[in-house]
């Protein structure tokens, strides 16, 4: 079994038809999601269609975004659109003929499945941010969905490492810092869309176009993740919290001469 997570899609499915296809799980293999699968880019409702497809073959976890909750808000809510139309939806609406009318039932089904979080013994996985010192399912909506992580936050109580999206990275680049990863890469804006190896040390990017990324900054990250995986192993978080170490950022490390596609 293989698992992999993969950061904020935007509506760029070509570039998730492109990491599903090198990928190519089988029904064993997991895939999770961290959220904004729609919004900004070209195609959420082909984003959409190739999860409902996805999900048939394989095992899906796909968390709510920020993007899915403005969404939501205005189908089941209520809510006055104009700010999540600013805010990208206009793409979203365009993809889906003109009107949220047009959404499929199966997709409006789909919006509501997606999770708050994620938490497997020993990583936890959420959109934009968690508060250090309470259970991951007590984070407030407003760090849960909205918070953008400058500042790398101090480890989560549980001693877990916690994989988040929602926080672009415009460089292109994952940012590692132990015991928090920023997997959004930025692929509406120019960047890429990153699908992690969780057990091994493969990184999977394409950009917008669907063109894979081929260059030495990923050979480089795969040699850093093996030293970091046993770094973080040896001297993580105990279940207290506490950190008696934390490696250094991948960004501090590679270069953007070493980012040539």
């Not at 939501?72 to 009107?99: F, K, N, R």
């Not at 949220?100 to 039932?105: D, G, V």
């Amino acid at each position: 079994m293989r698992r992999f997570v993969i950061g904020d899609v935007h509506g760029c499915s070509k570039a998730l038809r492109t990491i599903i296809e090198k990928i190519s799980p089988n029904h064993e293999d997991q895939l999770i999601f961290l959220g904004d699968l729609i919004d900004r880019g070209p195609d959420s409702r082909g984003v959409i269609d190739l999860m409902l497809k996805l999900s048939r073959s394989t095992r899906v976890v796909c968390l709510r975004g920020n993007h899915e909750v403005m969404l939501l808000g205005v189908l089941l809510g209520g809510c006055d659109p104009t700010i999540w139309l600013q805010s990208g939806g206009a793409a979203t609406v365009a993809s889906y003929g003109g009107s949220l009318e047009r959404i499929p039932p199966a997709h409006l089904a789909f919006f509501r499945s997606m999770r708050a979080h994620y938490e497997t013994e020993t990583e936890a996985f959420i959109h934009a941010g968690y508060e250090a010192d309470v259970p991951i399912e007590k984070t407030d909506d407003s760090n849960r969905y909205w918070n953008h992580l400058e500042e790398v936050p101090v480890p989560h109580i549980s001693g877990k490492r916690v994989y988040v999206g929602h926080s672009p990275q415009a460089g292109g680049e994952i940012r590692d810092a132990g015991h928090v990863v920023y997997v959004d890469t930025y692929c509406y804006g120019g960047g890429w869309l990153t699908a992690l190896d969780l057990d091994g040390d493969e990184i999977i990017q394409a950009d917008s176009h669907g063109h894979l990324r081929r260059n030495l900054a990923a050979a480089v990250w795969r040699w850093l993740a093996r030293r970091k995986r046993g770094s973080w192993q040896k001297t993580g978080s105990n279940a207290a919290g506490a950190v008696v170490a934390k490696p250094k950022l991948a960004a501090e490390i590679i270069s953007d001469n070493g980012t040539a596609t």
